[in-house]
């Protein structure tokens, strides 16, 4: 069975500075990997996503993933933070689990501050 | 297109009483679910359905039940409520089970 951790549970950052969201997965071979973002009071939405190809990618709002095979991390960036990405950061695997049953495993989530 | 609509936004039940939280979308989608998210525990899923009559159990079942009678349509049926439902219910559609899943805005629950 999958597993995934995000090292964070709360950040910081200044607007105008970079950022880098940490998202660590245990699974055997290259699972789906998601990143969503969640506002106060609101649904998911997502952010950007991986299946195969390209180990860099773009997903909306500016942000960008690298998937790393050899460190098992798909770890989230944006280097121009602006105050109205304060919100939470859910990084999600999805694998699959026990023969053909697909499995979508959510992280517990980082949350972003942006100072003015 | 309304997406994925959930109500009720917000519900107080009594320790016992029973509901229901309504799920409906309009995207035609096969596969939806249910998850309950607490805080620090990320989302969990509850329940799930890959299309019309077929429904399965996710990670944290007891207490619920689903049924998914239309494409559109996937409520979820609190039996018995009980204070560790109290949380945060959102429910998720998508084309499929492998693809990007759509959320709705979530209905707080608090059970007394």
């Known amino acids: 069975a999958q597993s995934v951790t995000q090292p964070d549970i709360h950040i910081t950052v200044s607007e105008g500075a970079s950022l880098e969201l940490r998202c660590n997965y245990s699974?055997?071979?290259?699972?789906?990997l998601f990143w969503y973002v969640q506002s106060p009071g609101q649904g998911l939405q997502l952010l950007l996503k991986?299946?195969?190809?390209?180990?860099l990618v773009q997903g909306i709002k500016g942000f960008e993933a690298e998937f790393k095979r050899s460190q098992s991390s798909f770890n989230l960036r944006k280097p121009s933070v602006h105050w109205s990405d304060a919100a939470e950061y859910f990084c999600?695997?999805?694998?699959?689990?026990?023969?053909?049953?697909?499995?979508?495993?959510f992280g517990k989530g980082t949350l972003l501050t942006v100072n003015p | 297109n309304a997406g994925v609509t959930q109500t009720p936004k917000f519900q107080v039940l009594k320790t016992g009483q029973s509901m229901t939280l309504q799920c409906a979308q309009d995207?035609?989608?096969?596969?939806m679910s249910w998850y309950r998210q607490d805080p620090g525990m990320g989302l969990r899923l509850i329940h799930y359905?890959?299309?019309?009559?077929?429904?399965d159990q996710g990670e944290v079942p007891n207490g619920y039940n689903v049924s998914r009678s239309t494409t559109e349509d996937f409520p979820l049926r609190l039996l018995s409520a009980a204070p560790s439902q109290t949380s945060v219910y959102f429910c998720?559609?998508?084309?499929?089970?492998?693809?990007?899943?759509?959320f709705g805005p979530g209905t707080r629950l608090t059970v007394l």
């Open positions: 998720a559609s998508s084309p499929d089970r492998a693809d990007t899943q759509y």
């Open positions: 699974y055997g071979a290259t699972p789906y």
């Open positions: 991986y299946f195969s190809g390209d180990t």
């Open positions: 999600a695997v999805g694998a699959l689990s026990g023969g053909s049953n697909y499995k979508l495993t």
């Open positions: 995207m035609n989608h096969e596969y």
């Open positions: 359905s890959v299309g019309a009559g077929i429904t």
